[in-house]
């Protein structure tokens, strides 16, 4: 049998993670936190960047407590780091939830009186219990806070999420207050409520531990962070086709360009199938070298075209850059710096 995976020429995709700016990123949280720790949200496969890149540069650089949302994401970062150090934020729905917490040593977030039985009835044992101060989405009420059920557990984190941390109002004041109320009650070993802007608000938000994300990987959810988050991110896409417009020539679905002139493009091996979706083209560019290459007509799922009139000498085979700085808002065409991390296709992630 032929092994077809030795003869499979290069990809027209690449994305590169820079781990040194990943790893810098986090020991630039982990002092802004103070004398908190900075853990590490790594749910959605590292917000697309791949698990298997980026946990082992969060573990070197010093983290020690990772965070997930489901179930299905603890075999990925407990094949780098030891299960006690990773948080499941969904908590445990039924037995096979807390069974498999127990063997693989991951710890549930718990976030209701319900979860709270079943997570005792199951064996009990160390967990995480949310506390919900405002954000109305997982969490125990402030009036559940002393139900036996929640007296049973043996909770390591004590946790709240911040809902506006990327605003200033006082609401992020409130929701520090409510969670300082919620401790006085439940017995805890460590306290946390900070995000990655949450991080920014200062050390009344830090706690005993942040959970940082979006400024791992390049965001910047508040000003104040500005100087000292690197981008992380770099996606690249070779040109597949060079040709000549006459003027009056469509290009694309729907044909939503025109040619005013004689013009020469190119075709791009990119588009809304590896997460460069379709509102990100108008008005957007690719570059080589610095040369801006305007994007035309609508992004296709496999394709986008692009203006050639700055880069003449280009020629099919050449690596184009793809912007995906996502602390540059001008360029995200109203997508947020989290969709244009999550939304990265797989074929992509594989180039």
């Not at 004398?35 to 650089?61: E, F, I, S, W």
């Not at 009186?113 to 969490?139: F, K, P, Y």
């Not at 809902?163 to 439940?186: P, Y």
């Not at 290009?251 to 360009?257: E, L, P």
Request: with cysteine; net charge negative.
């Amino acid at each position: 049998m032929i092994d077809t995976g030795s003869l499979q020429p290069p990809a027209s995709l690449r994305l590169t993670v820079d781990t040194d700016a990943l790893a810098a990123n986090w020991r630039a949280l982990d002092s802004l936190s103070g004398t908190a720790q900075a853990g590490a949200a790594v749910k959605a496969d590292c917000y697309g960047l791949g698990v298997d890149t980026c946990v082992p540069a969060l573990r070197d650089a010093g983290c020690e407590t990772f965070f997930v949302a489901h179930w299905s994401e603890v075999a990925g970062v407990t094949a780098h780091v030891p299960g006690g150090q990773v948080a499941v934020l969904h908590g445990v729905l039924n037995e096979a939830d807390c069974a498999y917490a127990r063997a693989t040593g991951a710890v549930p977030v718990i976030n209701s009186l319900e979860q709270a039985a079943l997570w005792t009835a199951s064996g009990g044992g160390r967990c995480h219990l949310m506390v919900d101060t405002g954000i109305n989405r997982l969490g125990i009420s402030l009036d559940e806070v002393s139900d036996a059920a929640i007296a049973a557990l043996h909770v390591d984190i004590l946790m709240s999420h911040l809902a506006c941390a990327d605003e200033t109002t006082s609401m992020n004041r409130m929701q520090a207050e409510l969670l300082r109320e919620a401790a006085g009650i439940v017995e805890h070993r460590r306290l946390s409520l900070a995000n990655s802007a949450g991080i920014a608000l200062g050390p009344n938000f830090a706690f005993d531990l942040t959970r940082p994300g979006l400024a791992l990987y390049g965001g910047v959810p508040r000003a104040e962070l500005a100087d000292q988050i690197r981008p992380v991110v770099q996606v690249e896409a070779r040109l597949l086709q060079c040709r000549k417009l006459a003027p009056g020539e469509g290009v694309g679905y729907n044909a939503t360009f025109i040619a005013p002139t004689h013009m020469q493009v190119a075709t791009v091996s990119i588009g809304y199938a590896d997460g460069f979706l379709r509102q990100r083209g108008p008005g957007n560019a690719l570059t080589h070298q610095g040369r801006p290459l305007q994007i035309l007509g609508k992004v296709s799922m496999d394709m986008v075209v692009v203006d050639l009139s700055q880069a003449p000498d280009l020629r099919a085979g050449d690596w184009l850059q793809v912007p995906w700085n996502i602390a540059d808002a001008a360029q995200q065409n109203a997508l947020s710096p989290y969709e244009m991390l999550t939304v990265i296709g797989r074929r992509l992630r594989r180039g």
